[in-house]
């Protein structure tokens, strides 16, 4: 069943001086999982990308540094990051305001490596500087981070997808791939296990394999962008008709 989730209603815990996380998906997704971090300021985050997974890292508030595999850029919000299998990284925080960013593993740790993964250690992208592809019959405008106009890997698939007032994406199912979605702008009407739900920022919805779901601006709304994940990045999308 698809689930929706608060972010500011998650259950945190400290993990290092300054830095606390909650998951999102809870154990429920198979190819994916997602928390929820916050870097408090002059805080770094350490870890490792488990083998057999790649990392994605979305910064919704807040601006730092990241570095891996010898790389270390800038990273602000709305930009995103994407770090290969078994690279130690580090997410530290210079500002006075605390980081808040959605952390994906594509696939989660001890999941076989049946796909391939990200060749480059690092690869950063905000929003402004992402490949853009706009669907003219669609009215939908994407942002592409993790794909193969952007950062390249089977195991998953990150995009930004702007909307404008009445673009509507009908009822579907993906038969092979898990879906998240996070929005950023605008109030967002998602059909989530049948029943109609808004959404806006600093909240997110997801949905295993096979799960229906369609979305839209919710009224009163007149431009809408949210993050979205497929994972992993080759999907098949089943509409259904009205």
């Given at each position: ?113 049946e796909h391939q993964g990200l060749s480059n ?77 808004i959404l806006k920022r600093g909240q997110a ?38």
């Amino acid at each position: 069943m698809g689930r929706a989730v608060t972010f500011d209603a998650l259950s945190f815990q400290p993990v290092a001086a300054g830095v606390s996380e909650a998951p999102i998906t809870t154990g429920d997704l198979a190819k994916m999982a997602a928390k929820f971090i916050r870097v408090a300021p002059k805080a770094t985050l350490s870890a490792m990308v488990p083998q057999g997974s790649d990392a994605y890292l979305f910064l919704l508030e807040g601006s730092g540094r990241i570095a891996a595999g010898g790389a270390e850029e800038a990273i602000n919000q709305e930009t995103f990051a994407a770090i290969r299998e078994k690279e130690n990284y580090t997410l530290s925080n210079p500002s006075d305001k605390t980081i808040e960013a959605v952390f994906v593993l594509a696939p989660p740790p001890g999941s076989q490596g049946e796909h391939q993964g990200l060749s480059n250690a690092l690869a950063v992208t905000s929003r402004a500087n992402a490949p853009t592809f706009y669907i003219a019959d669609q009215k939908k405008n994407r942002r592409y981070f993790v794909s193969k106009e952007a950062a390249k890997t089977e195991r998953g698939h990150a995009m930004i997808v702007e909307y404008e007032k009445d673009t509507e994406t009908v009822m579907h199912h993906h038969p092979n791939a898990e879906s998240m979605f996070v929005p950023l702008t605008g109030n967002i009407r998602f059909v989530v296990n049948g029943e109609p739900i808004i959404l806006k920022r600093g909240q997110a919805v997801y949905f295993p394999i096979n799960d229906r779901h369609a979305l839209r601006c919710a009224e009163g709304t007149t431009s809408a962008s949210f993050l979205e994940f497929h994972i992993p990045g080759a999907f098949t999308t089943v509409k259904e008709q009205k």
